[in-house]
């Protein structure tokens, strides 16, 4: 008679291992690249480098058509450098504000992270404010984006760049709002280096807007970069 095998013995043999990746935390859940870097992270440096390619073009076009304007005004008509000079280091200490609000979520810090995150989108509700006065101003002086070369380039590239402040400004203020309800956390501290990554991004492009478009036209500058731009573009 054939001996019946044990059950018990069955059922202390192990299990054989799971196939499906386990996921402890959401920093596991985030994918890696070749690089080190996180596909998200990597996909946005590499919309970054392709609207820095877009700013380039419009800095170009600025230049390439400056001094070309048959009417004013003209920029020394209008322009008010002290006046940009203020908005330009609020939108600069923003940027230090958003690094101390990822490095306080990084740190665990909730409470902190919402103080200086609000902090930066303060900043750059100032910044637009400003943006918004010297528009008024300039069409009072009678510059509109039709009336010459200059206001066509001008408002077309700072207008430009304003719309990505005020996008920042809306990212920042849901990530603000977001806090409250468990969507920021310390393990989800990418989504806000992501924002904070694109918020650098404008800064530094508006220190290349406030240099070539303000300050080399009142440094007598401006007809040396036109002419580099235009040797660049033939």
Not at 2 to 18: E, F, K, N
Not at 187 to 208: K, N, P, Q, S
Request: with cysteine; hydrophobic share 50%.
């Amino acid at each position: 008679m054939a001996a019946i095998p044990d059950s018990s013995a069955a059922a202390t043999l192990p299990l054989p291992a799971s196939t499906e990746p386990v996921i402890h935390s959401a920093a596991d859940a985030e994918a890696t690249t070749s690089t080190g870097l996180p596909n998200r992270k990597l996909a946005f440096w590499a919309f970054l480098a392709s609207d820095c390619m877009f700013f380039g073009a419009l800095i170009s076009t600025y230049l390439v058509y400056h001094g070309k304007s048959q009417s004013g005004p003209i920029p020394t008509d209008v322009f008010d450098i002290p006046l940009t000079s203020i908005s330009t280091g609020v939108l600069l200490l923003s940027s230090l504000m958003m690094v101390l609000a990822l490095h306080a979520l990084q740190d665990g810090n909730l409470g902190r992270f919402r103080l200086w995150n609000l902090v930066t989108i303060v900043c750059g509700l100032i910044f637009l404010g400003f943006q918004y006065f010297e528009f008024s101003h300039f069409v009072g002086e009678g510059l509109k984006i039709n009336t010459n070369l200059f206001g066509s380039t001008f408002y077309s590239l700072t207008g430009t760049h304003g719309v990505h402040v005020a996008i920042g400004v809306f990212w920042l203020s849901a990530l603000e709002i977001y806090s409250f309800f468990g969507g920021v956390t310390k393990e989800r501290a990418l989504d806000v280096e992501l924002a904070g990554l694109y918020w650098h991004f404008v800064d530094i492009v508006w220190i290349v807007i406030f240099t070539v478009v303000y300050l080399i036209e009142f440094t007598g500058g401006a007809p040396l970069v036109h002419e580099a731009v235009k040797a660049v573009a033939h």
